[in-house]
Nanobody
Framework: QVHLVESGGGLVQPGGSLRLSCIAS????????MSWYRQAPGKQREEVAS???????NYANSVKGRCTISRDNDKRTSYLQLNSLEPEDTAVYYC???????????????WGLGTQVTVSS
């Protein structure tokens, strides 16, 4: 079993910052890419940022310049630093990791349950 748990969400004023974390636990022999998605009420889930196993990052245009994704492989953790937050950033933020549970098994997608980010004055 592989479990992902996000944390760091909350209520923040416009212009504020948050740092989200996602920790993976369980039977893990390797983690390929790590990504963050978000889903606002009434909207489809969209990818916010991703980072490959060698540190190549990619960002959605809507957050480029305001967002930094990073990873700590030893801690099996992904981080998402969000700056200059806007009300439009309000959403549930989900972590996705592509994980190989055991050597010899295929890599699979695992999702966390999400953490709420609300940007409001």
């Amino acid at each position: 079993q592989v479990h992902l748990v996000e944390s760091g969400g909350g209520l923040v004023q416009p212009g504020g910052s948050l740092r989200l974390s996602c920790i993976a636990s369980g039977s893990i022999s390797g983690i390929a890419s790590m990504s963050w998605y978000r889903q606002a009420p009434g909207k489809q889930r969209e990818e916010v940022a991703s980072i490959t196993s060698i540190g190549i990052t990619n960002y959605a245009n809507s957050v480029k310049g305001r967002c930094t994704i990073s990873r700590d492989n030893d801690k099996r953790t992904s981080y998402l630093q969000l700056n200059s937050l806007e009300p439009e950033d309000t959403a549930v933020y989900y972590c996705l990791m592509v994980v190989r549970p055991r050597i010899g098994t295929p890599y699979r997608d695992f999702w966390g349950l999400g953490t709420q980010v609300t940007v409001s004055s």
